[in-house]
Antibody, heavy 119, light 109 residues
Framework: QVQLVQSGAEVKKPGASVKVSCKASGYTFTSYYMHWVRQAPGQGLEYMGI????????HYAQKFRGRVTMTSDTSTSTVYMELSSLISEDTAVYYC????????????WGQGTLVTVSS | QTVVTQEPSLTVSPGGTVTLTCASSTGAVTSGCYPNWFQQKPGQAPRALIYSTSNKHSWTPARFSGSLLGGKAALTLSGVQPEDEAEYYCLLYCGGAYVFGTGTKVTVL
């Protein structure tokens, strides 16, 4: 069965970076895109960007360009999202979600990773 | 910057019908915006319900349906069950950018 399992919660200081992982199983890893979405406490969903797992091409939402980097490791079927220069407003749950290319269907999601930014 | 607006909250009686809408600040929502709908319960990840306006997943209950209504995307819940109480988010892909809606809290009372 399809599973996206994310890494555990993180606590970071302002100005630091965080790297969240999303390990996929149950399907052909490189046949899908992976998106990242975040949700601040008590707030709505916010789109961050996408990585094409066949080739590694990325596209980031304008708000996060220059601060976010999405990468993948096909040998372990793992996708990474690194966010730098953290501020308190980056405190959120971060989700990965897969998409069959050009289907515009975010069918499976990871369980989420809470990142807390606090001095 | 596109803003996608949903009703903040709706209340429905068990067995009733409720329609949630999803509007774009840039104009009418069309099938070319590939509307998606997600359900999220407290402490859980979002769950996909509808993609490309009206397509359901294998796990989507038959009482959920998606459509276009008056220039907006719409999600209709017919024969609402207590377990449908949740937050619902739409997602639009208009003009090459993904934007989530503001979310609708559905209360079953």
């Amino acid at each position: 069965q399809v599973q996206l399992v994310q890494s555990g919660a993180e606590v970071k200081k302002p100005g630091a970076s965080v790297k969240v992982s999303c390990k996929a199983s149950g399907y052909t890893f490189t046949s899908y895109y992976m998106h990242w979405v975040r949700q601040a406490p008590g707030q709505g969903l916010e789109y961050m960007g996408i990585i094409n797992l066949s080739g590694g091409v990325t596209h980031y939402a304008q708000k996060f360009r220059g601060r976010v980097t999405m990468t993948s490791d096909t040998s372990t079927s793992t996708v990474y999202m690194e966010l730098s220069s953290l501020i308190s407003e980056d405190t959120a749950v971060y989700y990965c979600a897969r998409e069959l290319p050009n289907s515009l269907d975010f069918d499976y999601w990871g369980q989420g990773t809470l990142v807390t930014v606090s001095s | 910057q596109t803003v996608v607006t949903q009703e903040p909250s709706l209340t429905v009686s068990p067995g009733g019908t409720v329609t949630l809408t999803c509007a774009s600040s840039t104009g009418a929502v069309t099938s070319g915006c590939y509307p998606n709908w997600f359900q999220q319960k407290p402490g859980q990840a979002p769950r996909a319900l509808i993609y490309s306006t009206s397509n359901k997943h294998s796990w989507t209950p038959a009482r959920f349906s998606g459509s276009l209504l008056g220039g907006k995307a719409a999600l209709t819940l017919s024969g609402v069950q207590p377990e449908d109480e949740a937050e619902y988010y739409c997602l639009l892909y208009c003009g090459g950018a993904y934007v989530f809606g503001t979310g609708t809290k559905v209360t079953v009372l």
